[in-house]
């Protein structure tokens, strides 16, 4: 029988309330935190890379910045991330992180 063992714990140190993961092709996970407001962004050993948050204040070290108040949901497909924030809707960011515009939606 399966013993469920633990492989590895991402993200203790970086994460508040986290609420949905999703993983691209290469690996990176990103990890919707309601109560950071943001999505965490780790690479596939753990290593934390930034945050999509949407705090104008200091962008330094993030990696984009978009309003994000309650994000929820994630998926990433066709080199998006959609990020489901349950007080702004649909968001559409590139996998770096960038809000995409209107025609790379």
Excluded: C, N, W
């Excluded at 309330?17 to 780790?42: C, H, M, N, Q, Y």
């Amino acid at each position: 029988a399966p013993t469920g063992a633990l492989l590895m714990a991402i993200g203790a140190s970086h994460l508040k309330k986290p609420e949905a993961v999703a993983i691209d092709e290469s690996g990176t996970v990103f990890v919707s935190d309601a109560g950071l407001r943001a999505v965490a962004v780790f690479r596939a050993d753990g290593a934390f890379l930034g945050s999509i948050t949407g705090d104008d204040e200091d962008d330094a070290g993030e990696i984009g910045s978009v309003l994000l108040p309650h994000p929820h949901g994630l998926e990433v497909a066709s080199g998006r991330l959609y990020v489901v924030d349950r007080l702004s809707g649909v968001q559409v960011f590139q996998l770096d992180g960038r809000a995409a515009s209107e025609g790379e939606r």
